[in-house]
Nanobody, 122 residues
Framework: QVQLVESGGGLVQAGGSLRLSCTASGFTFRINNLGWFRQAPGKQRELVAAISVFGSTNYADSVKGRFTISRDNAKNTVYLQMNRLKPDDTAVYYC????????????????WGQGTQVTVSS
């Protein structure tokens, strides 16, 4: 049974930091590309960051220089370090996994976590 379980969300003041974690089970983690997406109320789900099986990364322009995605294959875990948070970063954050080529479109991802809420107060 495939599972992706996110943790680390919460309430933080603007300018603060959070680190999200997503631990996977039920599939071969190391050969899957991984992504963090977010969805704010009334908005479409959008890519935040993605990391390939080789460790190459992609970021949304809005988070470049503030967020860092990383993976630990030994722990079957992907992380999202979020610094200098802004109120616009408020959303439910989801991790996702897919096999095959790297993708930036959420529709191409096979496996999804349940999401974790991040709220940034001004």
């Amino acid at each position: 049974q495939v599972q992706l379980v996110e943790s680390g969300g919460g309430l933080v003041q603007a300018g603060g930091s959070l680190r999200l974690s997503c631990t996977a089970s039920g599939f071969t983690f190391r050969i899957n590309n991984l992504g963090w997406f977010r969805q704010a109320p009334g908005k479409q789900r959008e890519l935040v960051a993605a990391i390939s099986v080789f460790g190459s990364t992609n970021y949304a322009d809005s988070v470049k220089g503030r967020f860092t995605i990383s993976r630990d294959n030994a722990k079957n875990t992907v992380y999202l370090q979020m610094n200098r948070l802004k109120p616009d970063d408020t959303a439910v954050y989801y991790c996702a996994a897919k096999s095959g080529r790297v993708a930036l479109d959420s529709s191409e991802y096979n496996y999804w976590g349940q999401g974790t809420q991040v709220t940034v107060s001004s």
